[in-house]
């Protein structure tokens, strides 16, 4: 079947230290994003990738860093740096990164700081 | 600058009852609006969008939306809810036309039985 898969569903990491969250996708897309969610804020845009070698900054892309060397892969590492970590992080893609094309989204990653 | 405002946060109805969810956008030019639904601690699945056209659009799960230009409002609406619909519902614009999304605080529905 195809789909994004995110791993790992629940992630705890103590103050200082790096993670690197992954999201892959079957479905042959080639736009990728990654959404922070926080209670009562909705979802807001971290970094998204429309085509292999190339990302952009979202709306609130400090603390964080994302690579796309392949088109089925676009981990996110949440760095040090990043003051409140703690929140659901949701992937996403698109067949491309025009507007006609629906976003299909994992199931996300909680991730913990402790 | 864009924005999405949904103002209820939290809507309470009967099984059965008809829904009607708000979401009202800022934004100069045609929008590209979306409604998502998200079951507690799982992803986002897209409901219904309008693009260009009837304004009246229809979605999945019975689900239907209205895009009213006048009053900047694209509302949510289900004329017999089940208790299957309780989850979180977010609208959502694309402002640029690059498909990036700018989402709503989100309303969350509660079904009483």
């Known amino acids: 079947d195809g789909g994004i898969t995110q791993s790992p569903k629940y992630l705890f990491r103590k103050e200082g230290q790096n993670v690197t969250l992954s999201c892959e996708q079957n479905l042959n897309h080639d736009a990728m994003y990654w959404y922070r969610q926080d209670p009562g804020q909705g979802l807001r845009l971290i970094y998204y990738s429309q085509i292999v070698n190339d990302f952009q900054k979202g709306d609130i892309a400090e603390g964080y860093s994302v690579s796309r060397e392949k088109k089925e892969s676009f981990p996110l590492t949440v760095t040090s740096a990043q003051k409140n970590p703690t929140a659901f992080y949701l992937c996403?893609?698109?067949?491309?990164?025009?507007?006609?094309?629906?976003?299909?989204f994992g199931p996300g990653t909680r991730l913990t700081v402790l | 600058a864009q924005s999405v405002t949904q103002p209820d946060i939290h809507i309470t109805v009967s099984e059965g009852a008809s829904l009607e969810l708000r979401c009202n956008y800022s934004?100069?030019?045609?929008?590209?609006l979306f409604w998502y639904v998200q079951s507690p601690g799982q992803g986002l699945q897209l409901l219904l969008k309008?693009?260009?056209?009837?304004?009246l659009v229809q979605g999945i799960k019975g689900f239907e939306a209205e895009f009213k230009r006048s009053q900047s409002s694209f509302n949510l609406r289900k004329p017999s809810v089940h208790w299957s619909d309780a989850a979180e519902y977010f609208c959502?614009?694309?402002?640029?036309?690059?498909?990036?999304?700018?989402f709503g605080a989100g309303t969350r529905l509660a079904v009483h039985p």
């Open positions: 934004y100069g030019a045609t929008p590209y």
């Open positions: 959502a614009v694309d402002s640029g036309g690059y498909n990036k999304l700018i």
């Open positions: 309008y693009f260009s056209g009837d304004t």
């Open positions: 996403a893609s698109s067949l491309s990164g025009g507007p006609h094309n629906e976003q299909f």
